[in-house]
């Protein structure tokens, strides 16, 4: 049997050819078929997207089950820190007959009776301080309900996550919470939404978390104004980008990335014109190694287009 010997230019070009085409041909094409999706569903407008994430989301039983109960809770205390820059009378968004809070949330659930488990929920301990409002957001990380502390009165939302959706964990006093939780606690600034507590149930985590009464994210407010011809001056600008720089310089002090800025994720108190970060799902603390990858809706602006 005759065996011709593998020449060196063969083997530079079979080594080329691997370098060049590090991925399994059947994860090529899973990963294309995954970015294609991707794409067309970041060229839908922000409304249809909220729906096709709403709507896509598995039917989930009635949790907890009879048995279920609360199995701790963290108390954070409220942040005493108070704002010292200087603010117009009111919000350039502010209209005396909004109410409630759309926050980065679908609006087609907003101010819907909540799910059937919130309402078993209610009855236990850890929830006894909480008149519980409606539904005024939900996503593929659960329900956000809007809440009233009955020691004080104080509006506050109450932020349910499913425990199997949480991956990433931080330490605090002994316990494993979810890093989402810990991270905004680090970051704990007049301009950061404040989170006062974490409760634990057998099916959820529930972020007790600030709720301003009258409010709106800047994505809502730039589209209202738009649609009004009334864009915002540079000095609106210049005040709701400084508010978000101090959260973020706060951030970059406690070591820690929200690494999803946008004004969908910048909320607005429309009664004091304080801009607040908010969502710190994709947050990370400051490290070394490379991060993963991810990106949102691809954008280009008016004058790229010209």
């Known amino acids: 049997m005759n065996i011709n010997p593998i020449l060196k230019s063969e083997q530079n070009s079979k080594k080329r050819k691997a370098e060049s085409d590090p991925?399994?041909?059947?994860?090529?094409?899973?990963?294309?078929?995954?970015?294609?999706?991707?794409?067309?569903?970041?060229?839908?407008?922000?409304?249809?997207?909220?729906?096709?994430?709403?709507?896509?989301?598995?039917?989930?039983?009635?949790?907890?089950?009879?048995?279920?109960?609360?199995?701790?809770?963290?108390?954070?205390?409220?942040?005493?820190?108070?704002?010292?820059?200087?603010?117009?009378?009111?919000?350039?968004?502010?209209?005396?007959?909004?109410?409630?809070?759309?926050?980065?949330?679908?609006?087609?659930?907003?101010?819907?009776?909540?799910?059937?488990?919130?309402?078993?929920?209610?009855?236990?301990?850890?929830?006894?301080?909480?008149?519980?409002?409606?539904?005024?957001?939900?996503?593929?990380?659960?329900?956000?309900?809007?809440a009233t502390r009955k020691e004080d009165n104080k509006p506050v939302a109450l932020k349910f996550v499913q425990k199997q959706s949480v991956k990433e964990f931080k330490e605090l006093r002994g316990r494993k919470i979810p890093a989402e939780a810990y991270l905004q606690r680090q970051a704990r600034h007049p301009n950061v939404i404040d989170t006062y507590k974490l409760i634990i149930t057998d099916?959820?985590?529930?972020?007790?978390?600030?709720?301003?009464e009258v409010c709106k994210d800047l994505f809502d407010i730039l589209q209202d104004r738009n649609n009004e011809h009334r864009p915002l001056t540079e000095k609106e600008a210049k005040r709701y980008f400084a508010q978000i720089l101090e959260a973020n310089i706060r951030c970059e002090e406690k070591g820690v990335l929200h690494r999803d800025i946008k004004p969908e994720n910048?909320?607005?108190?429309?009664?004091?014109?304080e801009a607040k970060l908010i969502d710190f799902g994709l947050a990370s603390e400051v490290q070394k190694e490379p991060f993963t990858d991810f990106r949102g809706e691809n954008y280009s602006t008016d004058e790229t287009e010209r």
């Open 203 to 212: 099916e959820y985590y529930c972020y007790v978390m600030e709720r301003p």
């Open 23 to 146: 991925l399994p041909r059947k994860r090529q094409r899973t990963m294309k078929k995954g970015f294609l999706s991707e794409r067309r569903y970041n060229s839908s407008p922000k409304l249809l997207r909220t729906k096709i994430r709403y709507a896509g989301r598995k039917p989930r039983k009635n949790y907890p089950q009879k048995n279920s109960s609360c199995d701790t809770s963290l108390d954070y205390g409220e942040s005493n820190q108070s704002w010292s820059g200087s603010y117009e009378p009111t919000s350039p968004g502010y209209d005396p007959t909004f109410s409630g809070c759309s926050d980065h949330y679908v609006p087609d659930v907003k101010n819907t009776e909540p799910p059937y488990y919130v309402k078993q929920l209610a009855s236990h301990a850890d929830f006894a301080n909480y008149d519980m409002g409606k539904l005024i957001g939900a996503g593929s990380f659960g329900e956000v309900i809007a």
């Open 266 to 273: 910048i909320l607005v108190d429309l009664r004091t014109d």
